[in-house]
């Protein structure tokens, strides 16, 4: 293997040797929110008509389980290495940082696939799932973990505690996960926060996704598509860039 090869499945090995962890834990939550969202909202909300709202949300949880985790593994690899020390073992490997950028955001978006096809197989067992444009649901996902592996790289490398890694995933990741329309359409807020919305990145990769399932979205999966890339093409320059000048890992 080379470089970055070795790296990759360093990475996901690590992840997978804590699979109870990192992949069932998750599939494990996300069904907890929909046994209880979907049995206590199935008969009060209707978002499109001839799609049940257990059904709806199915789409919604993979995507956030898949965000989540792609984001935690690159963040949590590199916060662990810095504070451990042994970070100055891959600096003095020949890597480049095309290899490094390579290795961590790939092995996201293996571990945030993993979890999301978790979910749709457990979520498989309470309603029935349709695909109705499969490309869309494979690009969105991919194009997502590859995006919140980037930011988690980035949250990794900026982070020199596990406090201020938190503080990111507190108070950035999961208010504009839970914002995103997840578990609602974005048409039933007032004005104001449709306008929020469509402010958020997040909102974008969720709508654009569950379109492939429903062949409905709020807004079109095109512009969908053109957001979630140009955000991912300004996340992947900044950790490049990050990544080049060795930012906070190199003394």
Not at 128 to 139: C, D, G, M, N, T
Not at 225 to 244: M, N, T
Request: proline fraction near 3%; aromatic fraction near 16%.
């Amino acid at each position: 293997m080379s470089g970055w090869q070795t790296l990759l499945y360093k990475e996901v090995l690590r992840f997978w040797k804590v699979a109870f962890q990192t992949v069932a834990g998750p599939v494990l939550t996300a069904m907890l929110y929909l046994l209880i969202f979907g049995h206590a909202l199935e008969a009060h909300v209707k978002v499109y008509d001839t799609v049940s709202y257990t059904a709806f949300l199915v789409p919604g949880l993979a995507m956030m389980s898949l965000l989540q985790n792609a984001f935690a593994n690159s963040s949590s690899s590199l916060i662990m290495s810095k504070v451990m020390g042994n970070l100055v073992f891959l600096l003095l490997t020949p890597l480049s940082y095309m290899n490094w950028f390579v290795a961590y955001v790939g092995a996201s978006v293996i571990r945030g696939l993993v979890v999301g096809l978790g979910v749709f197989a457990v979520s498989a067992l309470f309603t029935s799932i349709s695909f109705v444009a499969p490309l869309w649901i494979l690009v969105f996902a991919v194009m997502g973990a590859a995006l919140m592996g980037t930011l988690g790289l980035i949250a990794g490398l900026w982070a020199e505690k596990f406090d201020q890694l938190a503080a990111f995933q507190n108070f950035v990741v999961m208010p504009m996960t839970f914002l995103s329309g997840v578990f609602y359409s974005i048409h039933s807020l007032p004005a104001f926060w449709q306008g929020v919305s469509h402010l958020n990145p997040f909102f974008y990769m969720i709508d654009g996704f569950r379109y492939g399932f429903f062949g409905a979205s709020d807004v079109s999966p095109w512009l969908s598509l053109s957001v979630v890339g140009f955000v991912l093409a300004v996340v992947s320059a900044i950790a490049i860039y990050l990544l080049r000048t060795g930012y906070k890992i190199r003394g």
